[in-house]
């Protein structure tokens, strides 16, 4: 089953712009990792946030963390048409459990 | 370079065909995961493997079969009992930690297409 559900589904922004995706979740995680996916390829680590962190940064990106929301949101800085990809989060939930359960992702389109 | 290489990239199969994909990873990663993606949607896990000899079920099992024989190695078949095999397919890796513990990043092959004809 998908832990995580990703809003929207599909977006459009002209390069520059900041894109900003976000992700909602159902039980307690431990983690709760992004992804990304250029069209055809494999996926791409892109920042792991822990379930007791709210805010982490890495480069152009900031990902926040609200637990007592069961959400999290990915922001992309001064975007730029290699940011064209699909984007996924993806969860461990606080079970025990080995697997990293993925959302649906989002469509981002950059626009030169 | 270290990393996860998946073959072949295209596959064709014919109905009723079984079909092995092949998985290496070469990043001396204790755990490895298959997992299918379809058309705009998120990725589904098949089988995954924490140690050498042992691998466990996903959310997807059925028509599918895994063998770990080797710490590099996973490969996976599509069984002819598989009735919509048509899909991206994507092998995985992480650094295995103790049974129950949390794992933490995902290392991924470039994937293989299957298409049954």
């Known amino acids: 089953s998908q832990q995580g559900e990703e809003d929207p589904q599909a977006l459009s922004i002209q390069e520059g712009e900041n894109a900003t995706m976000n992700c909602s979740y159902k039980t307690s995680i431990n983690n709760l990792q992004w992804y990304r996916q250029n069209s055809g390829r494999g996926l791409v680590h892109l920042i792991l946030i822990r379930s007791n962190e709210r805010e982490k940064h890495s480069g152009r990106l900031r990902v926040t963390l609200d637990t007592s929301k069961k959400s999290s949101s990915l922001l992309i800085t001064a975007s730029r048409a290699a940011d064209t990809a699909s984007y996924f989060c993806a969860t461990i939930s606080n079970f025990g459990n080995e697997k990293l359960t993925f959302g649906t992702g989002t469509r981002l389109t950059i626009i030169p | 370079d270290g990393g996860i290489t998946q073959s072949p990239k295209y596959l064709f199969r014919k109905e009723g065909q079984n079909v092995t994909l092949s998985c290496e990873q070469n990043l001396n990663h204790d755990a490895m995961y298959w997992y299918r993606q379809d058309p705009g949607q998120g990725l589904r896990l098949i089988y995954y493997s924490q140690i050498v000899n042992d691998f466990q079920k996903g959310d997807i099992a059925e028509g599918y079969s895994v063998s770990r024989e080797k710490k590099e190695s996973f490969p996976l078949t599509v069984t002819s009992a598989q009735k919509n095999p048509t899909a991206f397919y994507l092998c995985?890796?992480?650094?295995?930690?103790?049974?129950?513990?949390?794992?933490?990043?995902?290392?991924f092959g470039e994937g293989s297409r299957l298409t049954v004809l």
């Open positions: 995985a890796s992480s650094i295995a930690l103790a049974a129950g513990a949390i794992i933490g990043e995902l290392f």
